[in-house]
Antibody, heavy 116, light 110 residues
Framework: QVQLVQSGSELKKPGASVKVSCKAS????????MNWVRQAPGQGLEWLGW????????TYAQGFTGRFVFSLDTSVSTAYLQISSLKAEDTAVYYC?????????WGQGTLVTVSS | QAGLTQPPSVSKGLRQTATLTCTGN????????AAWLQQHQGHPPKLLSY???DRPSGISERFSASRSGNTASLTITGLQPEDEADYYC???????????FGTGTKVSVL
């Protein structure tokens, strides 16, 4: 069965960096794009962008260029989200989501807390 | 990016029918159609329907979606306690080349 398993919660100080992983199983990783979505506490869903898992080409939503970087390790079917220069407002649950028929499978989410 | 508009909340009685709406524009909902996601507190979203009314395997027939122009709708029939959740619509915006999400509707089953 399709599964997306994300890395565990992170507590970081402002200005630090974090790298979230999303390991896929149950399907051919390079067949479908991988999206990243975040949800701040008590808020709705916000699309960060997606990465083409066949070519490695990332696309970032407006407002998520520069500090946000998507990457892949196709040898282990894993997508990564790295956020640098963390700010308090980056505190959120970050999800990866496969894009086959829309965003059909989601990871369990990774809580990133930015606090001094 | 501009989001899709949803009513903040809908409350209905047990076994009643709830209809949720999602309004976008001709570049997203009106063009690509909308998908619907259900999110229970503390859990990731779950896809309920895509391309307006196709349901992934395992999704109850009590959930049905439709679209009229730039507005998509999700109808939940025979409301059950487990249907209490937040519901989001989403669509690909072909003009901006971005995914847009709705603001979310909280469904309460009385």
């Amino acid at each position: 069965q399709v599964q997306l398993v994300q890395s565990g919660s992170e507590l970081k100080k402002p200005g630090a960096s974090v790298k979230v992983s999303c390991k896929a199983s149950g399907y051919t990783f390079t067949r479908y794009g991988m999206n990243w979505v975040r949800q701040a506490p008590g808020q709705g869903l916000e699309w960060l962008g997606w990465i083409n898992t066949k070519t490695g080409n990332p696309t970032y939503a407006q407002g998520f260029t520069g500090r946000f970087v998507f990457s892949l390790d196709t040898s282990v079917s894993t997508a990564y989200l790295q956020i640098s220069s963390l700010k308090a407002e980056d505190t959120a649950v970050y999800y990866c989501a496969r894009d086959k028929i829309g965003l059909d499978y989601w990871g369990q989410g990774t809580l990133v807390t930015v606090s001094s | 990016q501009a989001g899709l508009t949803q009513p903040p909340s809908v409350s209905k009685g047990l076994r009643q029918t709830a209809t949720l709406t999602c309004t976008g524009n001709s570049n997203n909902v009106g063009n690509q159609g909308a998908a619907w996601l259900q999110q229970h507190q503390g859990h990731p979203p779950k896809l309920l329907s895509y391309r307006n009314n196709d349901r992934p395997s395992g999704i109850s027939e009590r959930f049905s979606a439709s679209r009229s122009g730039n507005t998509a709708s999700l109808t939940i029939t025979g409301l059950q306690p487990e249907d209490e959740a937040d519901y989001y619509c989403s669509a690909w915006d072909s003009s901006l080349s971005v995914y847009v999400f709705g603001t979310g509707t909280k469904v309460s089953v009385l």
